[in-house]
Nanobody
Framework: QVQLQESGPGLVKLSQTLSRTCTVS??????????WNWIRQPPGKGLEWMGY???????YYNPSLKSRTSISRDTSTDQFTLQLSSVTPEDTAVYYC????????????WGQGTLVTVSS
């Protein structure tokens, strides 16, 4: 059973870089057809997909966030990390990591989600 555990600061200062790490258990981050995603939900708004890093190390980002977003991975620890630079209060949101299975075509596992607040 795959589980995802997020970690990282819950408070980030204006214009700094937000960093979140997701630790995977129950599967390897290199498992074929698995895509490791970051998704966020600002207060009172809908879900926004941010990007993924694939089982093969490929990355793809939401075009609206691409210039500020980087997702990397550590295959030795089965972790993947989100970095979002130059944050503003509009980046305040609950951040989730999630596994998308390319075989099943759905988000099959989600992390617990953590509120990250950008302070001005």
């Amino acid at each position: 059973q795959v589980q995802l555990q997020e970690s990282g600061p819950g408070l980030v200062k204006l214009s700094q870089t937000l960093s979140r790490t997701c630790t995977v258990s129950g599967a390897s981050i290199t498992t074929n057809s698995y895509y490791w995603n970051w998704i966020r939900q600002p207060p009172g708004k809908g879900l926004e997909w941010m990007g993924y890093i694939g089982y093969d190390g490929s990355t793809y980002y939401n075009p609206s966030l691409k210039s500020r977003t980087s997702i990397s991975r550590d295959t030795s620890t089965d972790q993947f990390t989100l970095q979002l630079s130059s944050v503003t209060p509009e980046d305040t949101a609950v951040y989730y990591c999630a596994l998308f299975s390319g075989l099943d075509s759905y988000f099959k596992v989600w992390g617990q989600g953590t509120l990250v607040t950008v302070s001005s």
